[in-house]
């Protein structure tokens, strides 16, 4: 009987230890899932963002004008996977038939900066660098 009380206890201590251990692991796991969530952007951010840039109103502005409010510029996000931290951002138009490209942007989930790509030429440069070359 004497056996059986001491391998009761001695399951019961490994079963504890084992416990512990894992609950450390976990509650790690969870701050670093806490700490990307608190440097990722949310939908609304990013469209914020996105719609706060001179160039992006022009656009929206231009094509709610020529249809009369019905059209505006619309977003399609990819969230940052793997190492990466930035977001893709499309802008363009949601057609009848396709999504009508207008612009390609970066956004650093970190510091917010933001990239733009010129789509004609393929060319990613700055904010500052795609507004003055659009100004010249």
Do not use: H, W
């Not at 056996?3 to 670093?32: H, Q, W």
């Amino acid at each position: 009987m004497k056996n059986y009380k001491l391998l009761i206890v001695l399951f019961a201590f490994l079963l504890f230890n084992g416990c512990s251990s894992s609950t450390t692991e976990t509650t790690n796991e969870n701050s670093d899932n806490q700490t990307e969530k608190s440097s990722a952007l949310t939908e609304d951010e990013i469209n914020e963002l996105v719609f706060s840039l001179n160039f992006i109103k022009a656009l929206d502005n231009y094509y709610r004008e020529m249809s009369n409010g019905e059209v505006g510029l619309s977003t399609i996000i990819n969230a940052p996977t793997g190492n990466e931290t930035e977001y893709t951002v499309e802008v363009g138009v949601d057609g009848e038939e396709r999504f009508e490209l207008e612009a390609i942007i970066y956004i650093n989930a970190k510091t917010k900066a933001i990239d733009v790509e010129d789509i004609i030429l393929g060319e990613r440069m700055s904010l500052e660098e795609y507004e003055a070359a659009s100004a010249e």
